[in-house]
């Protein structure tokens, strides 16, 4: 009969993770603000020869975008977080029937009715001939290469673009990170435009709100706690885990550190600890309060965590690890005490 270890070790290299899809937005809710949008026309001086769509329309807080931009009347600072849920209404399969959510991060100033000419553009793309992807550029220039990441019509994400205090970008879809701390807004104050492409595409944009970047509490140390085991052979098991945080970033509050699994064995007069595995994670604090972990290594697997930030220390509550050989591991981690 396999013991939690066992399941454990066998892990293979694909991997998913249930319910953590909306964690952002919470932690906004307090000081969040809406957008107000200025409709704008198709530029005049593109060359495109085909459609050229229809102005987006405004309802409440939902923006549908067919094919025509609309941009912020407001103007933001760096320290500024913007939430936003997209949906593609259908996806078309013709040749030529790329296309992409546009969103546009740009200088004060620019003409309405023109092309842009400067700004930092961040581009979720669908493509019938080759892989979907997420793409960063400035004024024209990819930074970096494409991020795979599958465009489905019908199917919400929810989008988070953080800029901190010093123009640094994070950009996190559905609670994944996928840029944090290598790209720079270069302008203060910056207005936001959105648009979709191809002008025949419609985008859905809704619950589009404004805030501040949370702040990251410190989890650097080590959490332990018993956990429970469920897997689709024996039932149910307990085993003790240990997620040691060595390290994090204040910008886009990134983690690293590690997982041990183990069992205390007591054999008189000896009584040690019997480790068996240790397993490297990355993982981000999202909003403030919710912790996600992308694990590593024969472990390969996702977790997920909610922070507690009433108690001192914090408590890591509802701790969810979930491998790729299709168990679930459960439950409430505390912070230990530091070494002398």
Not at 89 to 94: A, H, Q, W
């Amino acid at each position: 009969m396999k013991d939690a270890m066992s399941v454990l070790s066998s892990c293979k290299s694909y991997f998913r993770i249930l319910g953590f899809l909306s964690v952002f937005g919470v932690a906004l809710a307090g000081r969040a603000q809406s957008v107000t949008w200025q409709i704008l026309p198709f530029p005049q001086n593109s060359d495109w020869p085909g459609p050229r769509g229809a102005p987006a329309t405004t309802n409440g807080n939902v923006v549908t975008l067919q094919g025509q931009p609309v941009r912020s009347t407001q103007t933001f600072t760096p320290g500024t977080t913007f939430t936003f849920n997209v949906v593609l209404e259908s996806r078309p399969t013709g040749p030529g029937d790329d296309g992409a959510l546009w969103f546009f991060l740009i200088p004060t100033g620019l003409p309405t009715n023109l092309d842009l000419t400067s700004y930092l553009l961040l581009e979720m793309a669908f493509r019938n001939y080759e892989p979907d992807g997420l793409a960063i550029s400035q004024s024209g220039t990819q930074i970096g290469s494409d991020i795979p990441f599958p465009i489905v019509a019908q199917v919400t994400n929810h989008v988070s673009i953080s800029v901190s205090e010093s123009g640094l970008l994070t950009w996190a879809i559905n609670g994944q990170v996928y840029s944090s701390g290598t790209v720079s807004v270069a302008y203060s104050p910056f207005q936001v435009q959105m648009d979709g492409w191809q002008p025949t595409d419609v985008w859905q944009v809704s619950d589009f709100t404004v805030g501040t970047p949370s702040t990251c509490p410190n989890l650097v140390g080590t959490w332990t706690g018993q956990m429970n085991v469920a897997n689709p052979w024996n039932g149910y098991s307990t085993t003790p885990l240990s997620v040691r945080v060595t390290d994090q970033t204040t910008n886009g509050c990134l983690i690293r550190g590690y997982l041990t699994q183990g069992s205390v064995i007591s054999s008189f007069p000896l009584v040690r600890w019997n480790p068996w595995f240790r397993l490297p994670f990355t993982g981000a604090i999202p909003d403030g309060s919710t912790v996600l972990l992308n694990v590593s290594g024969a472990g390969t697997g996702k977790a997920s965590a909610t922070l507690d930030m009433s108690q001192t220390p914090p408590v890591l509550q509802q701790f969810i690890y979930q491998p790729s050989n299709g168990e679930t591991v459960s439950g409430n981690l505390t912070l230990q005490p530091a070494s002398p």
